[in-house]
């Protein structure tokens, strides 16, 4: 349990790290930590399949991705660095305390502690529950990726225009 | 649970209902149709609220293609108005009431009826409002967005129909804030930064009374379930929620503390203040005042202080106004508050003399005050400007102004044999009869001030030395009407026993007492 | 005698005027003159047919106690005939004086209006009624001073104004009356004079006092004196509204209320009289135009009226109301005159006519039996009343006898001076040549001046025929029951005839200082004290329409205040702080987005935390 | 048939990507045509009867768990006028074709969204289609050409995130304590009192608040609006947040909640929180969008407001203020688009008497506005007039005070908005301003005659709503 909870709050510090954090890569290291320690926490609560997929595509693809989307970006100068981190520190502190303040206002519930998840029937096998019981959200998923799409169209067709 | 869908439920029923000589009783909620014939007169109150409210909006149409032909139409409609009004009156001195009703839900059922009350209402309102229409031919010929003049002005009598001759509360609402919102874009004519800000602030202010006295409704509601006047008619309504309602009425009939959006009105074109101020609009508020309190509800001792101390101060307050300021109209205009605080006097006595009084008043005044501001009109729109001391000796060059001016003047302050005369002696006597003697004493001083100011006006506008050119009188039509008005409040005097029938018949019907 | 023919006395002078007032006037211009005399002489017709007749009748009119019920009586009856007489004939001078002015047509019309309602106000016995006839008055009040020659219009709203007060007086006594009394038929209400009932008499009598122009509601004459036409100051200031205000003034302390001795209103009304006496004696002392002297005197001799009437002893009511006769008789005259002077002399400024006796003898005459009469010269008919009025003052307060003697000292002084002035000495204008005035002046006055001298020498004509009905059982037992005859307390003429040889000592002594007519009053005039006071009052500061003026004025810009600061409350006071609140609202909106979240999850951890503490209230 | 309401413009979207290039000046018309079938089908309320028969494998084969009733045909209805709205003001803003066809694309992709709001009964597919809805709105927004485009579309993003926290969150809630997710899973949990079903509760109803704009949730919804080309405002003001923040209320209040407390209670704060925040924030606005997305909230408020009254008036009234808030803000927005494309500004200090250049344009927005700010005879009354009434019955006498004295603020920066642009002396600065195109002029007019309409029939209509249940 005292392990469990030590994850737990490792994982909302790296969550906070990568959020106050001025440096892309910084950041996307952040939150790679986050994303491994989430799929730890996944794991040994027994959702496995979850873990795998957090571990692959949040903890691994993403973070590919945005290090190298910042290794493509120019490093600020010390002096913007500076002032930027200064600016931030001050927009950003309240994040911390509106966390321990939930926090606080969570341990405020007396929730049943024993809570038992009730499935619903289809024990398990992701792609029965997926399709027997939540073809609407499917849908909606698919919708959500096709307008992920057409933003694609959008914003990129608009960027072209842009530099003509 | 709510649903979409179509389906004509229920039915529209057209009733007529005759009580002969009593005090109207509760107005049965659904009738079936009786015949066709008895929808006669059913027909002649539709015309009256609807030949004004649903024919204004053909005018800008008319205006499009013929500008008389759109003028002389406006006239028309509220002269139908007029005339079907005074259609009702044989059969409002028999005590007859007249009732047409569309059944509704929850209570919204769309009624009209016309009792003498409501008739002798609908009479000042549309016989002023058609002079005043006749006016605007040759005065609103000037200007600038005509259709929307005529328009407004037309579904502001129209609304004001509508309200005089609804028995329902949230239709009563429903027109009077129609009224509110034909006055903001008439106040607003000229279109000026300042005359805009006017408009706005006298449609805030008569907005932020109405919304009150919506509360108010609502509160009545609570109580007893219904809207329907007729319904609730015999209860004793707690103080609170009379207040309530009658922060709405003080609003609209621009009675102290509520008063100075009136005057500020005033930059709007003269027949529209001789609309708002004189005629129409600002009486709705005593109009529903002797609708709720006298003719509904059972009168509370206590609002009679409360309402008479308000009214005190309003005539007193706006008289000393009206001798201190130098704009023609808004001088006017503090005396319209001013005389507004004499009809809440008569009404709030709760006597029958008293509410006669203000009935009398509402005509009297409605004909003078409608006079003192088409004078004002004419003598702005020759003399270019309203600031009295830059007029002066226009009694040379426009004498039928100066002289019918002075006859409505002469009216305004009570003087025999003109009509206003008997209103203003009739309300304080009924302070006097109900031992208000101070309240009597107050009113007094304030007839005593609008002696002075009026004279003031008179002397400053039309005697002494002219300022400049002495500018001429262009359009008789103009005068003929400020003439009639003239001769009209003369008349209105002599002939006293005729409104005075009709008033003691309402009075009868209100607090069943014979007057 | 039908009822038609009292609503005639009404109707026909009505319709007379407006006749004239619809006459087209340019083919003739003598028709108004002509229709108004007329219709005046019919009117006096019927009067006369109608007197000894007693006749009432009332039509339902609007409701409330109103009523159109008119009603001849002994009293009204004698006051019709005046009002008859008196406009008889001032129409027929005015034909001739008013002949070429502008304004005939005008004036004629409302003439005739005016004796409509006057004849209509006395008829009434209705109180509303009445108020409607009275206050009806005001209008052509004003109307004919506005048809005046010179800017009449200032004096035409003082007077509207100054009478219309009194007017609102006047109609707050009747509502207090009809209410106290439970009905507004004149002939039925008999009230007691205490508390409220008080108040609604001095009400009513304010409103008399007003229309019979006693102080302090008068100074409105002097100035029309100037600028109305003449025989409009005849007519209205001269007769016909002192025979209304004191027919009215009676009535109430007859028969509306009842007056007596005891009552505290009595020393009231005896001392507004004799305020009234001195106070504008000694004005009109001073005066030194024709016509505005007269009009003072016109004020001051209301005040004896009102003293008589105050007395509440049949004496002194029998004295002032034929003081109110003969007044109406001899000031008419004297008015007159003035017109007459006015006519040929081209004015009325005692400085500089003079010697106008020998041009002018038929109205010099004339105005000396009416100055003899005003002054209180036997046998002439002001000798008599004020005699008797004498006798009542002086039963009631030795005071009041002497003040109203004082009256009577200055009254032959300023007539001394004036008829000294005027038609004696040296004509001063030499340049114009002044004829006598045409027959149709002149015989109104020579009228008016017989009647002097035929109701003082045969006074048992006017007093057992008019005055003495009025007052009906009240008679019974008190000096035999009339009052007629030459006065028998000798002691009173006595003094009389010696303040009348003093105003002589004093006139022939001022004239004797200054060397002329005009100056036989300048030692008073100038006199330490006096002369301060003279100089406040040309200056107008002691008019009480100054004085209203000025505390209207100030109270009115109190109120103005009040009602801006009221304003403030909406364009200031609400509109400013709406924009405030928005204004504060607007700021915390920086567009940092960081901020949003922020707010967002404030606003939830609080949601969540409301939900938390109703449950864990809820346990 | 309610399955076509997903299916059509999702089949609609992916074959107008098939047409040759040269023909997508269709796809608005496209779009036009299937959002007045929509709205025709809820008028007619055809869709939950008609296709028993004919589409029954379809909808075997696709399992969608949806049902229909008065408030989904409500909102759909809204969505059919307001898209057609948008859509017309679209064809006459936007220049390029290619521009107006992914419009047309995102419309029908965010309509799709729409409706699965409308018609699911589920948590958590309510959840899934506020997302779409959201996607293709910030899409929309995004596509706009001014400097504040992204900076509005991020915000909306962004605080779109913080609403999906929360509702995942909530979910899984929802899951812990009552072990289901379906509305009326919820309600059994919520009956019996749990603690942890109302936090859930509370935390999606924050979800929904972040979305609906309700103050203090509500800091996204000015700058995306105002960023946002005009006829994506049109469609964003007049649908987008409502069904996706204060329809899912209405609908969760209505079968979930039924009024118990502290739900009732959080309803009745925020919205009349919102209500006067909301107001006066836009009582000093200069610009003209954004003095109308303030107004938007507030407006919004009320119709949370009205889900704390009684329960079954409430709806109504709620329903009812919905539809009118929806058709007259669209058209403020539409009023907004023409005079800005005549003036080339947005400024409202910059603008005075342009009632006399663009007399339809200013008389249409006039009823709009009055409507709003609750003024009779106009349908915006009736709906205050009920949400009151809603209020008054449940004995809320102070939210009623504050509902109805928060109008005279509403009125307030009506007027100023009326003064400022429309009603004062035209200027000289203006004097080459003309009235829109016909084509801008057509949703205004349809609009604020829908708006006059219900006004002046309201009793009738609210008999024929009654008709049904009440």
């Not at chain 2, 005759?18 to 929808?39: D, F, H, I």
């Not at chain 3, 004096?155 to 207090?176: E, N, Q, R, Y």
Request: charged share 10%.
């Amino acid at each position: 349990m005292i392990w469990f909870t030590l994850l737990l709050v490792v994982l909302v510090l790296a969550a906070l790290w990568a959020s106050m954090t001025t440096t892309l890569l910084r950041a996307t290291l952040g939150l790679a930590l986050a994303s491994a320690l989430l799929s730890v926490v996944m794991f040994s609560m027994g959702a496995t399949l979850a873990a795998a997929m957090e571990l692959s595509v949040c903890a691994g693809l993403i973070s590919v991705v945005l290090v190298s989307v910042a290794s493509l970006t120019r490093p600020r100068s010390i002096q913007e660095e500076i002032a930027s981190r200064r600016s931030r520190l001050r927009r950003i502190w309240p994040l911390p305390l509106v966390l321990i303040a939930g926090g606080v206002a969570l341990s405020f519930v007396h929730a049943p502690v024993d809570i038992v998840l009730r499935l619903p029937a289809g024990d398990g096998d992701v792609r029965t529950v997926l399709w027997s019981m939540r073809q609407l959200d499917l849908f909606g998923q698919i919708l959500i990726l096709l307008a992920g799409a057409l933003g694609v169209l959008v914003l990129f067709r608009k960027e072209a225009k842009d530099d003509d | 649970m709510p649903r979409l869908r179509l389906r004509f439920a229920g039915d529209l029923a057209i009733i007529r209902r005759r009580a002969k000589g009593t005090p109207s009783g509760a107005l049965p909620g659904v009738q079936q149709m009786e015949s066709v014939g008895n929808m006669r007169e059913g027909i002649v109150l539709l015309v009256a609220v609807f030949a004004p409210l649903a024919g204004a909006f053909l005018l800008p149409l008319f205006g499009v293609w013929s500008r008389r032909l759109r003028d002389v139409s406006a006239l028309v409609m509220v002269l139908a108005s007029l005339g079907a009004s005074v259609a009702l009156v044989p059969g409002a001195l028999r005590g007859e009431i007249v009732a047409w009703s569309i059944a509704g839900p929850l209570g919204l059922s769309f009624s009209l009826s016309a009792d003498a009350l409501a008739v002798f209402m609908a009479i000042v309102s549309s016989l002023v409002g058609s002079i005043i229409i006749l006016f605007s031919f040759d005065y609103i010929r000037h200007y600038e967005n005509q259709n929307e003049y005529y328009t407004m002005a037309v579904v502001f009598l129209g609304a004001m129909m509508g309200l005089v001759f609804s028995t329902n509360l949230v239709y009563l609402y429903v027109f009077w804030e129609i009224t509110g919102i034909a006055s903001w874009r008439l106040i607003g004519f000229y279109r000026g930064k300042a005359d805009v800000l006017k408009a706005d602030k006298a449609f805030l202010m008569t907005a932020f009374g109405a919304l009150v006295m919506l509360i108010g409704i609502l509160a009545v509601y609570g109580m007893t379930g219904t809207f329907d006047l007729a319904a609730m008619k015999g209860i004793a309504l707690p103080l609170g929620i009379s207040a309530l309602l009658l922060v709405g009425l003080l609003s609209k009939s621009a009675t102290l503390p509520f008063q100075t959006w009136l005057p500020d009105a005033g930059v709007a074109p003269s027949p529209v203040t001789a609309l708002l101020h004189a005629a129409v609009l600002v009486k709705i508020g005593v109009y529903v005042f002797a609708r709720l309190f006298l003719s509904t509800f059972v009168f509370d001792e206590a609002l009679r202080t409360i309402v008479a101390s308000i009214a005190g101060a309003s005539a007193l307050v706006s008289a000393g106004a009206a001798l201190i300021e130098t704009d023609f109209k808004r001088i006017v205009a503090y005396s319209t508050v001013s005389q507004i605080g004499f009809i809440f006097l008569g009404l709030a006595m709760g006597n029958a003399l008293g509410a006669a009084g203000a009935l009398l008043y509402i005509l009297m005044h409605g004909l003078a005050k409608a006079g003192l501001f088409l004078s004002a009109g004419i003598v702005e729109q020759n003399a270019g400007t309203k600031d009295i001391t830059k007029l002066g000796g226009l009694i040379r060059s426009m004498p039928w102004t100066a002289v019918a001016f002075l006859l409505c003047a002469f009216s305004v302050m009570g003087i025999p044999p003109f009509g206003g005369f008997f209103s203003k002696y009739m309300v304080i006597s009924a302070a006097v009869s109900g031992d208000q003697l101070v309240f009597g004493a107050v009113f007094l001083a304030g007839a005593l001030l609008t002696i002075l100011y009026l004279f003031r006006l008179f002397t400053k506008v039309f005697l002494g030395e002219p300022h400049g050119v002495l500018a001429p009188e262009t359009s008789r039509l103009m005068v003929a009407c400020v003439v009639l008005l003239a001769a009209l409040s003369l008349v209105g005097g002599l002939m006293v026993g005729w409104p005075s029938d009709l008033a003691r018949v309402a009075i009868s019907q209100m607090l069943g007492v014979a007057g | 005698m039908t009822p038609l023919l009292l609503i005639l006395t009404i109707a026909v002078p009505a319709a007379a005027g407006l006749l004239v007032l619809l006459l087209p006037s340019r083919r003739a211009p003598w028709a108004p003159a002509v229709l108004a005399a007329l219709a005046c002489a019919f009117e006096l017709a019927l009067a006369i047919y109608a007197f000894p007749h007693d006749v009432a009748f009332a039509w339902s009119w609007m409701g409330f106690g109103a009523e159109f019920a008119l009603k001849l009586s002994r009293f009204s009856a004698f006051i019709l005939l005046g009002i008859a007489t008196f406009s008889f004939l001032v129409t027929a001078y005015s034909a001739v004086s008013m002949a070429k002015a502008s304004s005939s047509r005008r004036f004629h019309a409302w003439v005739l209006f005016t004796v409509a309602l006057s004849a209509g106000a006395v008829l009434a016995d209705n109180l509303i009624l009445f108020l409607v006839f009275w206050e009806g008055l005001l209008l052509t009040l004003f109307a004919m001073i506005a048809a005046g020659k010179t800017r009449p219009f200032a004096t035409a709203v003082k007077a509207f104004v100054i009478v219309g007060v009194t007017d609102l007086a006047l109609m707050f006594g009747v509502m207090l009356t009809g209410h106290l009394a439970g009905t507004l038929s004149m002939s039925a209400i008999r009230l007691p004079l205490d508390g409220l009932g008080a108040v609604a008499f001095l009400l009513l009598m304010v409103g008399a006092m007003g229309k019979a122009g006693a102080m302090p509601f008068h100074s409105w004459i002097p100035d029309a004196a100037i600028d109305a036409p003449l025989p409009f100051m005849a007519l209205l200031p001269g007769s016909l509204e002192k025979l209304l205000g004191i027919y009215f003034l009676a009535r109430i302390s007859l028969d509306l209320f009842v007056l007596t001795p005891e009552s505290w209103v009595s020393p009231v009304l005896m001392g507004i009289g004799a305020a009234t006496i001195l106070l504008a004696v000694l004005m009109a002392l001073v005066q030194k135009d024709y016509k505005k002297l007269l009009a003072y005197h016109a004020i001051s001799q209301v005040g004896y009226m009102i003293l008589g009437i105050g007395t509440a002893l049949p004496v002194g009511i029998v004295g002032g109301l034929f003081h109110m006769l003969n007044n109406a008789i001899y000031k008419s005259s004297l008015f007159l005159s003035a017109g007459a002077v006015e006519k040929e002399a081209g004015t009325t400024d005692l400085r500089e006519l003079g010697g106008l006796g020998r041009s002018m003898p038929i109205t010099t005459l004339c105005f000396l039996i009416a100055a003899a009469s005003i002054s209180g010269v036997p046998p002439f008919n002001g000798f008599f009343s004020k005699e008797l009025v004498y006798d009542g003052a002086l039963e009631r307060g030795w005071i009041f006898y002497a003040i109203a003697l004082g009256g009577s000292f200055f009254t032959a002084a300023s007539f001394l001076k004036l008829g000294h002035a005027a038609f004696f000495g040296k004509p001063t204008n030499a340049k114009r040549t002044v004829k006598e005035a045409p027959w149709p002046m002149l015989l109104p006055m020579i009228v008016l001046a017989g009647l002097c001298i035929v109701f003082g020498v045969a006074n048992s004509l006017p007093l057992e025929r008019l005055v003495q009905p009025v007052l009906g059982t009240a008679m019974e037992g008190a000096h035999g029951g009339t009052f007629a005859g030459f006065p028998t307390n000798m002691l009173l003429v006595g003094l009389t005839a010696g303040v009348l040889a003093l105003a002589v000592a004093n006139h022939a002594f001022g004239v004797h200082r200054t060397g002329k007519g005009i100056g036989a009053v300048d030692h008073i005039h100038h006199a330490p004290g006096l002369s301060s006071v003279y100089t406040l009052q040309a200056t107008g500061v002691l008019d009480p329409y100054r004085m209203l003026v000025v505390v209207v004025g100030v109270a009115s810009k109190g109120l103005y205040a009040l009602d801006r600061a009221i304003d403030w409350v909406y364009s200031g006071l609400a509109a400013q702080s709406a924009l405030a609140a928005s204004w504060v609202l607007r700021r915390a909106h920086n567009g940092n987005v960081n901020r949003y979240v922020l707010w967002a999850l404030a606003g939830a951890i609080a949601v969540v935390l409301a939900v938390l503490a109703v449950m864990g209230g809820g346990r | 048939m309610s399955d076509l309401l997903l299916l059509v413009p999702f089949v609609a979207v992916v074959l107008l990507y098939l047409l040759p290039k040269r023909a997508r000046a269709v796809g608005l018309w496209v779009a036009f045509g299937i959002l007045a079938l929509e709205a025709a089908a809820a008028v007619l309320d055809r869709f939950a009867t008609v296709d028993v028969g004919l589409l029954a494998p379809l909808e075997k084969l696709l399992g969608f768990h949806l049902a229909t009733d008065g408030l989904s045909g409500l909102v759909i209805l809204c969505t059919g006028l307001v898209g057609m709205a948008a859509l017309l003001v679209a064809r006459r803003t936007l220049e390029s074709v290619n521009e107006r066809f992914l419009f047309a694309n995102l419309v029908l992709v965010a309509v799709v969204g729409i409706n699965g709001m409308a018609m699911v009964r589920d948590l958590f597919s309510l959840y899934v289609f506020v997302e779409v809805t959201a996607v293709a709105t910030v899409i929309l927004v995004a596509a706009g050409r001014g400097d504040h485009v992204l900076e509005g579309a991020w915000k909306y993003i962004f605080l779109s995130v913080v609403a999906s926290v929360l509702m995942l969150t909530s979910l899984g809630f929802f899951l812990l304590s009552t072990g289901g997710i379906t509305l009326d899973a919820a309600r059994t949990g919520l009956a019996a009192n749990a603690p942890l079903a109302w936090i859930a509760m509370a935390l999606f109803l924050c979800g929904l608040f972040v979305k609906g704009a309700m103050v203090p949730f509500h800091g996204w919804l000015a700058d995306a609006y105002t960023a946002a080309p005009a006829p994506v405002s049109v469609f964003m003001a007049g649908i987008v947040t409502k069904a996706s923040g204060i329809f899912a209320l209405l609908r969760i209040a209505q079968s979930t909640l039924g009024g118990a407390t502290p739900g009732r209670e959080i309803l009745l704060v925020v919205g009349a929180v919102t209500i006067v925040v909301g107001a006066f924030l836009a009582l000093t606005q200069t610009n003209f969008k954004r003095m109308l997305a303030y107004s938007s909230i507030s407006q919004m408020g009320y119709i949370v407001l009205a889900l704390g009254g009684d329960l079954h008036l409430g709806i109504l009234a709620a329903g009812l203020h919905f539809f009118n808030h929806a058709v007259s803000k669209s058209q403020l927005f539409a009023n907004a688009a023409a005079v800005e494309k005549q003036l080339g500004t947005l400024d409202i200090d910059e603008m005075g008497g342009l009632g006399a250049r663009m007399p339809v344009t200013a008389g249409t927005s006039a009823v709009a506005s009055l409507s709003i700010a609750g003024l009779p005879p106009l349908a915006g009354f009736w709906s205050k007039l009920l949400i009151i009434l809603a209020l008054w019955n449940a004995k809320e006498y102070a939210f009623a005070a504050v509902a109805i004295l928060a109008s005279l603020v509403t009125l307030a920066y009506f007027l100023s908005l009326q003064r400022k642009v429309f009603f004062g002396k035209p200027l000289e600065k203006w004097a080459g301003a003309r009235e829109a195109s016909a084509g801008l002029l057509v949703p205004a007019v349809a609009l604020a005659l829908v708006t006059i309409a219900l006004g002046i029939g309201f009793p009738f209509a609210l008999r024929i709503l009654l008709g049904g249940g009440a």
